[in-house]
């Protein structure tokens, strides 16, 4: 698996998440196809994170863990 990652901002800190692109991904590509998937998945009023990551986890996306630490400004 590739060290590429994409974080997917959130007006809400907690709702920031990062995911781990899969190799086969180019970034401009995984940046238009990520954004396709939030789309297809928001078609659905009541649709969660979870909805959204199944459909990335179907492609090889993958959920990464991660600390958020102090704002910078």
């Known amino acids: 698996m590739s060290n590429n990652l ?3 901002p959130a007006n809400e800190a907690a709702n920031i998440r990062l995911i781990q692109i899969p190799d086969d991904f ?6 238009r196809y990520v954004t396709g998937l939030i789309a297809k998945a928001e078609e659905n ?3 969660t994170w979870d909805d959204i990551l199944d459909l990335l986890e179907e492609r090889g996306f993958e959920s ?3 600390v958020l ?4 400004d």
Do not use: C, I, N
């Open 64 to 66: 990464v863990e991660f």
């Open 69 to 72: 630490g102090p704002s910078l």
């Open 26 to 31: 180019e970034q401009h590509e995984a940046y």
């Open 6 to 8: 994409m974080v997917l």
């Open 45 to 47: 009023s009541d649709y």
